[in-house]
């Protein structure tokens, strides 16, 4: 399925930017199973509405691995298991293939002992935090997932760019298969990609709620200049705070790189070095089976039970505003900025690779 909206985006079905994800990574060396947790996972958070972490990174790591810069056959391996804790490297395998395997093994020592701690260093980029929280979620855990990233943000106070957008993900299991709550945020403002995201669709401005500063260190609302500047932390200096709460999470514990111990992003051929966190919480061993999950629902219940502020017609839980996009979007299908759609045209061209049907339109 494609279809043109007002020239600035072109519309696909998931199955149809799987596949086309999959054939890319497939003919740059990759496994086809490693190829498919990229490509699923990429997809999902275009389906959420997340375009910053949607088939735009994809183009990212198709520049990495065409550079050398990441080890394409690996998974992976464990350096040291002791209880609930247990230590991964990477070994500079696609971030989304070594997640895979640190959830697995968090899953399988949460179900043993109700708790486990994952950490690994020697990642790249996993994507978006939602997708292995949701996975720990989905076994029953309540899910905290970090991971740090390349230095873009200068700390509050600061100018010099020091840490990354470090994102943190809280993802809780339910009743209903549905969810009542999953937090999965940058700790900037909003997330670097949203402002690619942005540009691809042509916007010459952005909301001034982004956040971004120009390269003066100024506010700006223009998308040219704060491509130029770099972002904000969320909340000024608490946001900082929690970026440096996902380093040592991330990297303090895994023994990874810190900070500006990390390449700055994009260089192509230098191995990132990024690390994650994946923590897995067995409520059953606190409450009856059904309870936790019961209360995460009576709790999103009283906060969306506050009477709407002026200019809003509900108040929302975190998790809302994407299990709708999902909804909307597996019906009427993902939009690309044609912008972007150019761009994986044309390396899908040096690469052989044929695109969905109609999207060069
Ligand atoms: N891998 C990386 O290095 C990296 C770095 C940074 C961010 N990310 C990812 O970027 C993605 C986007 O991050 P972001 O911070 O731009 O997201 P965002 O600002 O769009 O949303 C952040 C959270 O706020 C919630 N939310 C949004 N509107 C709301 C409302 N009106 N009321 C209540 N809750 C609301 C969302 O459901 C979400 O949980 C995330 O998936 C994150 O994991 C990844």
Same mark, same amino acid.
């Given at each position: 399925?494609? *279809?043109?909206?007002?020239?600035?985006?072109?519309?696909?079905?998931?199955?149809?930017?799987?596949?086309?994800?999959?054939?890319?990574?497939? %003919?740059?060396?990759?496994?086809?199973?490693?190829?498919?947790?990229?490509?699923?996972?990429?997809?999902?958070?275009?389906?959420?509405?997340?375009?910053?972490?949607?088939?735009?990174?994809?183009?990212?790591?198709?520049?990495?691995?065409?550079?050398?810069?990441?080890?394409?056959?690996?998974?992976?391996?464990?350096? *040291?298991?002791?209880?609930?804790?247990?230590?991964?490297?990477?070994?500079?395998?696609?971030?989304?293939?070594?997640?895979?395997? &640190?959830?697995?093994?968090?899953?399988?020592?949460?179900?043993?002992?109700?708790?486990?701690?994952?950490? %690994?260093?020697? *990642?790249?980029?996993?994507?978006?935090?939602?997708?292995?929280?949701?996975?720990?979620?989905?076994?029953?855990?309540?899910?905290?997932? /970090? #991971?740090?990233? &390349?230095?873009?943000?200068?700390?509050?106070?600061?100018?010099?760019?020091?840490?990354? %957008?470090?994102?943190? &993900?809280?993802?809780?299991?339910?009743?209903?298969?549905?969810?009542?709550?999953?937090?999965?945020?940058?700790?900037?403002?909003?997330?670097?990609?949203?402002?690619?995201?942005?540009?691809?669709?042509?916007?010459?401005?952005?909301?001034?709620?982004?956040?971004?500063?120009?390269?003066?260190?100024?506010?700006?609302?223009? %998308?040219? @200049?704060?491509?130029?500047?770099?972002?904000?932390?969320?909340?000024?200096?608490?946001?900082?705070?929690?970026?440096?709460? @996902?380093?040592?999470?991330?990297?303090?514990?895994?023994?990874?790189?810190?900070?500006?111990?990390?390449?700055?992003?994009? /260089?192509?051929?230098?191995?990132?070095?990024?690390?994650? &966190?994946?923590?897995?919480?067995?409520?059953?061993?606190?409450?009856?089976?059904?309870?936790?999950?019961?209360?995460?629902?009576?709790?999103?219940?009283?906060?969306?039970? *506050?009477?709407?502020?002026?200019?809003?017609?509900?108040?929302?839980?975190?998790?809302?505003?994407?299990?709708? #996009?999902?909804?909307?979007?597996?019906?009427?299908?993902?939009?690309?900025?044609?912008?972007?759609?150019?761009?994986?045209?044309?390396?899908?061209?040096?690469?052989?690779?044929?695109?969905?049907?109609?999207?060069?339109?």
């Amino acid at each position: 399925m494609s *279809s043109v909206s007002e020239n600035l985006t072109v519309t696909f079905s998931a199955d149809a930017l799987r596949d086309f994800c999959r054939q890319l990574l497939t %003919t740059l060396g990759t496994s086809e199973p490693h190829a498919r947790i990229v490509g699923d996972s990429l997809v999902a958070a275009n389906l959420r509405g997340v375009d910053s972490h949607g088939i735009q990174m994809l183009l990212v790591y198709i520049q990495q691995l065409r550079a050398g810069g990441i080890n394409v056959p690996s998974a992976g391996r464990v350096e *040291s298991e002791d209880g609930v804790f247990l230590r991964y490297n990477g070994e500079n395998g696609l971030g989304q293939v070594v997640s895979e395997q &640190c959830t697995d093994h968090a899953i399988r020592i949460a179900k043993q002992h109700g708790i486990a701690v994952v950490v %690994t260093n020697h *990642s790249n980029h996993f994507g978006a935090g939602a997708w292995w929280g949701e996975k720990l979620a989905r076994e029953g855990f309540l899910a905290i997932v /970090t #991971s740090n990233a &390349c230095p873009a943000v200068a700390p509050w106070q600061g100018e010099t760019p020091i840490l990354g %957008t470090n994102p943190l &993900c809280v993802a809780v299991p339910r009743l209903d298969g549905r969810g009542r709550w999953l937090l999965d945020m940058a700790t900037t403002t909003v997330a670097l990609g949203k402002l690619s995201h942005a540009a691809h669709l042509n916007q010459a401005t952005i909301p001034r709620e982004w956040g971004f500063l120009d390269a003066n260190g100024q506010p700006t609302t223009e %998308t040219a @200049a704060a491509q130029k500047g770099k972002p904000t932390p969320i909340g000024g200096y608490k946001g900082t705070g929690i970026a440096m709460l @996902a380093e040592l999470l991330s990297a303090g514990l895994s023994g990874g790189n810190m900070a500006t111990e990390l390449p700055v992003y994009r /260089t192509g051929g230098d191995p990132l070095g990024i690390s994650h &966190c994946f923590i897995a919480i067995d409520p059953k061993r606190f409450l009856p089976p059904g309870q936790f999950e019961k209360r995460v629902g009576d709790l999103a219940d009283m906060v969306k039970a *506050s009477k709407p502020a002026p200019g809003y017609d509900e108040v929302l839980v975190a998790g809302e505003p994407e299990w709708r #996009s999902e909804e909307q979007r597996l019906k009427a299908g993902i939009p690309v900025p044609r912008k972007l759609w150019e761009r994986f045209t044309a390396v899908a061209a040096e690469l052989g690779v044929t695109p969905p049907a109609g999207a060069a339109s």
